[in-house]
């Protein structure tokens, strides 16, 4: 199993910046993929970007070249660098966590952290 916390949410003026962390702790020993999806009021959640133990990335394209997500795997946390915000990035992001892997086995799960609110406003 894996615990996931999140940090890093707030009210940010349109054009600001805010980075979001997800540190993830458990008995795993790495995890294969990480990422961050996003609610907004009145629609689905949608994924804004991942990143693979690799380092592979993929981001919607909403926010490709605003964004940046990396990872520090010796930590077991993501970011997630959020640059140039608009009102329209206003949601509740979430941290994802796909893939823990074990001696013996891989959780195959995927898991949600609980939550941090971004407001982006005048």
């Known amino acids: 199993q894996v615990q996931l916390v999140e940090s890093g949410g707030g009210l940010v003026q349109p054009g600001g910046s805010l980075r979001l962390s997800c540190a993830a702790s458990g008995r795993f020993l790495s995890i294969n993929d990480m990422g961050w999806y996003r609610q907004a009021p009145g629609k689905q959640r949608e994924l804004v970007a991942t990143?693979?133990?690799?380092?592979?990335?993929n981001y919607a394209d909403s926010v490709k070249g605003r964004f940046t997500i990396s990872r520090v795997n010796a930590k077991n946390t993501v970011y997630l660098q959020m640059n140039s915000l608009k009102p329209e990035d206003t949601a509740v992001y979430y941290c994802n966590v796909d893939g823990l892997q074990y001696s013996f086995w891989t959780d195959s799960r995927a898991y949600w952290g609980q939550g941090t609110q971004v407001t982006v406003s005048s």
């Open positions: 990143i693979t133990s690799g380092g592979s990335t």
